[in-house]
């Protein structure tokens, strides 16, 4: 295994595939030594190519196909790039807090509308209390726990 371009290389001994621009001395994975057991699966010309093949290489046969048709398609794979991180709805959460230190569907609403999200404040006052960061007061108001 002496290819000197970017290869995507399988371990005998956990058949985990990695990517690496030349020949590999070690296995990532399991630490096997790939100088004289690695199996070369393939050879590609770009760092990008080198991604998607190890990708496709660990991905079970039988979701190969669609996965790669997606990624040749460049359709994203899932929508996590559009929704909120929680800690910035944490944030948000506590800078809801009214002067009282209770927190509303309404104080929640105006914090999300300056911060122009589009998600719900019943959704983000839910997730909150599930989280324990909110206390139900009475219908309609909470209390904020530091």
């Known amino acids: 295994m002496t290819n000197a371009g970017y290869n995507v290389i399988r371990c005998p001994a956990c058949s985990t595939c990695h990517g690496r621009k030349g020949s590999a001395l070690s296995c990532p994975h399991c630490g096997q030594n790939l100088k004289e057991n690695g199996i070369l699966v393939m ?3 770009s760092a990008e190519d080198l991604r998607r093949e190890v990708t496709l290489a660990n991905t079970p046969p039988e979701l190969r196909d669609m996965l790669r048709s997606r990624i040749l398609r460049k359709e994203p794979l899932s929508d996590f790039n559009q929704e909120t991180p929680s800690r910035i709805i944490g944030r948000w959460v506590q800078e809801s807090c009214e002067d009282d230190g209770s927190i509303t569907v309404h ?3 105006q914090t999300l509308n300056r911060n122009h999200s589009d998600l719900d404040a019943n959704e983000v006052i839910e997730q909150a209390e599930v989280q324990g960061m909110l206390l139900r007061l009475d219908v309609g108001r909470w ?3 530091e």
């Open 107 to 109: 104080s929640i609403q």
């Open 43 to 45: 050879s590609v010309t």
């Open 143 to 145: 209390m904020l726990l």
